[in-house]
């Protein structure tokens, strides 16, 4: 599942994008209303996290022009507004949820679960030959025999699952798994490929390693 998370608190913004990731999502962020519009009209996401005070363009004023523009993924508004007028005024800007800050963190991840369940079903569950992944639990089966993973573990196979026969950069798995532009020179992805490897045995479809390049999941597990 694909989220876009627009925050210009940086601190908050890299609070949330890791716990996001850690929990199996793929978070893409940005800071300003403008580019928030840009992106999801752009993009595939399967929701929006967007901060009510953002520069430039409001997040009520952006959550206004996607539905303008014909967008229906979901929005999750965050503000410090708590009264109930303001609540309301976001709602009929087109938002479908509303969180008052500060919350929790538990909170915040169902009411992102629960944004996934009002939404297409397809984007609940990946299959790839024996290998399902099951997004709303985060639980992962081969050939019907659980798996159990680590968050990062798991986010990285989801960020593989999502690209199934394409290769995923070192980069990218460094950018969407350990929120770091950063390479330089650990082996901490080639320890959590392998440890995947490991527990999803020979059933499932192997992750290739693409020299020079980074990795790919095979489409379909091996014959």
């Known amino acids: ?132 992944l099951e997004l709303l639990e985060h639980a992962v089966r081969v050939n019907e025999r659980k798996v159990e993973l680590t968050p990062r573990e798991y986010a990285l196979l989801v960020l593989l699952a999502r690209s199934a026969g394409k290769t995923v950069s070192r980069r990218d798995i460094l950018a969407h798994v350990w929120q770091t532009a950063r390479d330089a020179g650990s082996n901490v992805i080639e320890v959590h490929v392998r440890n995947l490897r490991e527990k999803l045995g020979d059933g499932a479809p192997p992750i290739e390693t693409v020299r020079g390049l980074g990795y790919r999941l095979a489409a379909r597990a091996p014959a």
Request: with cysteine.
């Open 1 to 132: 599942m694909r989220i876009l998370l627009v925050e210009d608190d940086v601190k908050l913004a890299r609070f949330l994008t890791r716990a996001l990731s850690e929990e199996g999502y793929v978070v893409e962020a940005c800071a300003k209303g403008s580019e928030a519009v840009s992106r999801a009209l752009a993009g595939a996401y399967e929701l929006v996290v967007l901060d009510w005070m953002l520069p430039e363009l409001d997040g009520l004023e952006a959550c206004r022009r996607l539905r303008a523009a014909g967008a229906r993924v979901p929005v999750l508004m965050l503000s410090a507004r708590a009264d109930v007028g303001q609540r309301v005024t976001a709602l009929d800007a087109g938002a479908d949820d509303y969180l008052t800050k500060p919350f929790h963190l538990e909170e915040l991840l169902a009411r992102v679960r629960a944004a996934v369940r009002r939404g297409d079903g397809a984007s609940q569950r990946l299959v790839i030959g024996s290998l399902v």
